[in-house]
């Protein structure tokens, strides 16, 4: 089984910052490609960056990018999100994802349904 734990959400103002984790073991880091969801109240959960076991990252939507920033140290067995310029629409649960991925696999769409094991999540909550 693939464990994956989510940690660093809060309150944060507007503006804010936050950096999120998600742990997993070493050996998981070494066969999943993992990415960061999350999803608000009475909407899908949708794709916020992803990295696949290669490396390569992708943030599908216009609303994160430049704003947060997805990096991976597997020295920590960790895939971190930093949140930088935060706005109340940023604020959801967010989900660590796991993807079996093979050798070969160096692309994600970084999707929901692409990954099929979750974290409990952790809420980000922006508000004044």
């Known amino acids: 089984q693939v464990q994956l734990v989510e940690s660093g959400g809060g309150l944060v103002q507007p503006g804010g910052s936050l950096r999120l984790s998600c742990t997993a073991s070493?050996?998981?880091?070494?066969?999943?490609?993992i990415g960061w969801f999350r999803q608000a109240p009475g909407k899908e959960r949708e794709g916020v960056a992803c990295?696949?076991?290669?490396?390569?990252?992708?943030y599908p939507s216009d609303s994160v990018k430049g704003r947060f920033v997805l990096s991976r140290d597997k020295d920590k067995n960790t895939v971190s999100l930093q949140l930088n310029s935060l706005k109340p629409e940023d604020t959801a649960v967010y989900y660590c994802?796991?993807?079996?991925?093979?050798?070969?696999?160096?692309?994600?769409?970084?999707?929901?349904?692409?990954?099929?094991?979750w974290g409990q999540g952790t809420q980000v909550t922006v508000s004044s």
């Open positions: 994802g796991g993807r079996r991925e093979i050798l070969s696999d160096d692309t994600t769409r970084c999707t929901s349904p692409e990954y099929g094991s």
């Open positions: 070493r050996f998981t880091l070494n066969y999943y490609g």
């Open positions: 990295i696949t076991r290669a490396g390569v990252i992708k």
